[in-house]
C-alpha cells in the first residue's frame, strides 16, 4: 500500500514563493502530480510529472510560474511556486499512479488517472 504526505503550504503575500514536498511510502509509483482544491470548489488539476522525471503536464493558468521535480531516490515529488496569486489559494494534494501504461497513453490531468492520494496541504496567498 502506497501512501503519500505533504508538507511545505502555508500562508504568503501575492507575489511570494512556497515549495511543496510529497514523499511516498512503498514502491511501484509511476506518474505523480499536484491537484488543489479551493473552497466550494472541484478539485482541478494543478501538474504532473513522469516516473523519470523528463515528462510533465501543466494547467494553463500555473504555466510559467510552477515547476514539478521529483526525486524518486527519496520518493519525493516537490511543487515549486512562484509568482503566487490569491486565487492559488486552495488545498493541495499529492496524487500518484501505479500503471505500467505509457506517459501519453493516459489523461494525467484527471483525478481518475490517479490510485493514491495524500492528506492535502493548505496553501494561502493574501492580497
Known amino acids: 500500500q502506497v501512501q503519500l504526505v505533504e508538507s511545505g503550504g502555508g500562508l504568503v503575500q501575492a507575489g511570494g514563493s512556497l515549495r511543496l514536498s510529497c514523499t511516498a511510502s512503498?514502491?511501484?509509483?509511476?506518474?505523480m502530480a499536484w491537484f488543489r482544491q479551493a473552497p466550494g470548489k472541484e478539485r482541478e488539476f494543478v501538474t504532473a510529472?513522469?516516473?523519470?522525471?523528463?515528462?510533465?503536464l501543466y494547467a494553463d493558468s500555473v504555466k510559467g510560474r510552477f515547476t514539478i521535480s521529483r526525486d524518486n531516490a527519496e520518493k519525493t515529488v516537490y511543487l515549486q511556486m512562484n509568482s503566487l496569486k490569491p486565487e492559488d489559494s486552495a488545498v493541495y494534494y499529492c496524487?500518484?499512479?501505479?500503471?505500467?501504461?505509457?506517459?501519453?497513453?493516459?489523461?494525467?490531468?484527471?483525478?481518475?488517472?490517479?490510485?493514491?492520494w495524500g492528506q492535502g496541504t493548505q496553501v494561502t496567498v493574501s492580497s
Open positions: 510529472i513522469s516516473r523519470s522525471g523528463g515528462l510533465c
Open positions: 496524487a500518484a499512479d501505479s500503471s505500467p501504461l505509457p506517459w501519453y497513453s493516459r489523461d494525467h490531468s484527471s483525478r481518475t488517472s490517479f490510485d493514491y
Open positions: 512503498g514502491n511501484s509509483i509511476n506518474t
